[in-house]
């Protein structure tokens, strides 16, 4: 059986609801409100220590990080296949999902914590302190401190521009003729990178939009956003609600 844990509409979670749905694959959806920070909840951090969303549980065996997840997905469910079988193809393919992994959250980190600072403005100081006793780890506990004062600096959103530029130079150059990014095959480079360019048209519209000279990446991300996979991930449901995060494509 497989169990998805998952905060619908963030991009790591529809990283990997988008691959399932892909696969055609039923799963039991936990939905988690980070809103109500239920990622810290003792019985989600027993499946995952590091309070992060999604975490997949298949046959009560967790696996954790979204481009991991991705790939187990498409090992263990090889119809239709999501990765090349060629060595050399599948180590290009990785450099895609290597790039959405070292870079997707950089570049979307500083304006997607922001909607959350409504929230954590409503906490007590008493709470506060208790939402952020409950964080595993300090990187995370940091992000949150950020986000309730709208701290993020100059350096964070500096990086994130330099972060977001660097994925669309990439997906320009590297796209070709597509349709995909690896050409004909249609695979985990798309659907791992696409939930960070679409918060990237959102977010940087200098860097991708109609008045940015990068119509390879625009014409790929509108090729995407009409698979019906992605219009059925990418979509506030009952499965994935709509919530303080921007929804993909709006």
């Not at 798309?190 to 048209?201: E, G």
Request: glycine share 4%; hydrophobic share 40%; with cysteine.
């Amino acid at each position: 059986m497989l169990e998805l844990y998952h905060a619908g509409l963030t991009t790591c979670s529809k990283k990997v609801r988008l691959c399932l749905a892909e696969k055609g694959l039923d799963y039991r959806s936990h939905y988690l409100d980070l809103r109500k920070f239920e990622h810290h909840r003792p019985e989600y951090l027993a499946i995952n220590p590091n309070g992060v969303v999604p975490a997949l549980v298949h046959d009560g065996e967790p696996i954790l990080e979204s481009m991991l997840i991705n790939e187990y997905i498409d090992a263990v469910f090889p119809n239709p296949p999501l990765r090349p079988a060629d060595p050399l193809a599948l180590a290009r393919m990785r450099l895609w999902t290597k790039l959405a992994d070292n870079y997707g959250l950089a570049a979307v980190v500083p304006n997607t914590w922001a909607f959350y600072q409504p929230v954590l403005a409503r906490l007590s100081a008493d709470e506060y302190e208790k939402m952020i006793a409950q964080v595993p780890t300090d990187e995370r506990r940091e992000q949150w401190r950020k986000a309730a004062d709208n701290s993020f600096s100059a350096h964070d959103h500096e990086k994130a521009r330099a972060s977001a530029k660097r994925i669309v130079e990439k997906i320009e150059t590297g796209v070709g003729d597509g349709p995909w990014l690896m050409g004909q095959a249609y695979t985990l480079a798309d659907i791992d990178l696409l939930p960070y360019v679409d918060r990237i048209a959102l977010y940087f519209p200098d860097i991708l939009g109609p008045d940015a000279d990068t119509p390879r990446t625009l014409a790929w991300l509108e090729r995407m956003r009409e698979r019906p996979a992605v219009k059925e991930s990418y979509t506030p449901s009952a499965d994935a609600p709509a919530s303080v995060v921007p929804v993909a494509g709006k």
